[in-house]
């Protein structure tokens, strides 16, 4: 039976902690809003170590993120103990157990099904890649756009998307086609034993619920600054 797939913001999961450097099983329940707040921390600790900061305490980690010293000292408590009473944070070791616990250590294989304005932007991004997110090929039905190349990755035709995943063990399928093509597309990937799928068509689709969804809707992020821009007293920060 297919149903959604849903993020509910107060859900709790199961999550792996770390300690000395491994990363520990523990039935540690962890909320949904914090594992959103954690690329957050990733991406400023990046920043950090750029720069060439080896240590960092939970109040500067405020300064820069907008979150509470205490709420980030809670957050990654929830994880294990990473900081120390009056050292604070040692920068190198928490963003490499961050990336661990995010996952970001290892390579993702991924395709793009659309290859149109969309589709193009993702695969033309550098940073994905850099991320270790690797677009192996974009699909398309449009026959006039099969056999372009964005940057080194060439588009296909869609009717060869499963066997291509299938023989190149991809594990996310991004989606970028409209959304009257959303759901077909997301057969396809289910069919061919993708893990995730990125979805920017505006779609709720529906596919068996072990393959993990991330929908990503920027007019949301669009309309919240509108909001936020006519009701100026509800500013409370960048979350
Ligand atoms: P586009 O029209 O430039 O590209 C869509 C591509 O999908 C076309 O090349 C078309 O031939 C292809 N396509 C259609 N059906 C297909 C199928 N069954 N299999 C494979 N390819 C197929 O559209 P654009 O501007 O790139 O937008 C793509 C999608 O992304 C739309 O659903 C749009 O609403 C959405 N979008 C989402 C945003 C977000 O924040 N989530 C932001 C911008 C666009």
Redesign the pocket.
Known sequence: MKCYNKIVLQQEVNVKYTTGGAIMEKDNKVSITVIRRLPKYYRYLTELLNKGINRISSQELSNMTGFTASQIRQDLNNFGGFGQQGYGYNVEELHSQLGKILGLDKIYKAVI???????QAIANYKGFQDAGFKVLSL????PK?IGIKIRDIEIRD?DEMESFIKENGVEIGII????E??Q??AEIFERSGIKGIWN???ADIKVKDDIIIEN????ESLFALSYFMNNRKDYVGRD
Not at 139 to 142: L, P, R, T, V, Y
Not at 216 to 219: D, G, P, T, Y
């Open positions: 099904a659309g290859a149109g304005n969309l589709g699909f398309d039905k449009n756009l869609v970028t086609t409209p959304k093509s959303a077909a597309v920017f068509a505006p990503v809707h920027l007019n």
